[in-house]
């Protein structure tokens, strides 16, 4: 039975119990938070396995959370899962460019919401994709020491993104598919679609420049090297 400690990050008594109850079921250890200032406090001393995160909280919005966990060399591959009642296509879009890992909408069911905190945390937990490094001109991926660095200077990647940069540096020119990259990296049994895929890829673009990922129309997506 599982034995990971989760993070509940959210302003709502009712939801706050009822993920509780049920992670609590499904054999997790949860420890609650209705702020993110009692929650910050919290991650000084203890790190848990996974965090679920409310993006409107009273004293802070969740995304800002989020990116400030990111900026941290200790919380930067905490695996994160926002709620929030903010569901159109931008909003998760946004979520997914802040940092986190997954984005579910409320109202939301519980036993999905379990089966995206397995799915997340059998990638996070089991051993990383086994690859060699690449230096590719200034682009430098360190497997060993998890570390990406342009012209010298280090980068600050997702886990996710790591993962996905990593695979398709990897790939020997391979393109793959955003079907693909969604099992190799998010797991079979992934609740989202592959427009996960593609904020993914924009906000590598956007930290490594445009010129080491090639968009193959209507494929996916390669490596140039």
């Not at 109850?21 to 910050?40: E, H, M, P, Q």
Request: negative net charge; glycine residues 6%; hydrophobic residues 40%.
């Amino acid at each position: 039975m599982s034995k990971e400690l989760i993070y509940v990050v959210d302003d709502e008594e009712n939801i706050r119990e009822l993920i509780e109850y049920n992670l609590k079921k499904a054999g997790y250890i949860v420890k609650c938070f209705a702020d993110g200032t009692s929650f910050l406090e919290t991650l000084q001393d203890s790190i848990p396995d996974l965090v679920c995160l409310d993006v409107m909280l009273p004293d802070y919005d969740g995304l800002d959370l989020c990116k400030k966990i990111r900026t941290s060399k200790r919380l930067k591959s905490l695996p994160i899962i926002l709620l929030t009642a903010k569901t159109t296509e931008f909003d998760t879009i946004i979520g997914l460019e802040s940092g986190a890992d997954d984005y579910i909408g409320k109202p939301f069911s519980v036993n999905e919401l379990i089966a995206r905190i397995r799915s997340l945390l059998r990638r996070t937990i089991a051993a990383p994709i086994e690859k060699s490094d690449v230096a590719i001109g200034n682009l430098i991926i360190d497997i060993e020491k998890r570390t990406v660095t342009i012209n010298e200077k280090l980068v600050e990647l997702t886990l996710k993104e790591f993962e996905l940069l990593n695979l398709l540096a990897n790939g020997n020119g391979k393109v793959f598919t955003r079907n693909e990259l969604l099992e190799k990296i998010w797991g079979y049994d992934y609740y989202g679609d592959t427009r996960t895929v593609d904020v993914h890829i924009h906000s590598l673009r956007k930290i490594i420049g445009d010129e080491y990922i090639l968009t193959v129309r209507g494929v996916g997506y390669k490596f140039i090297s």
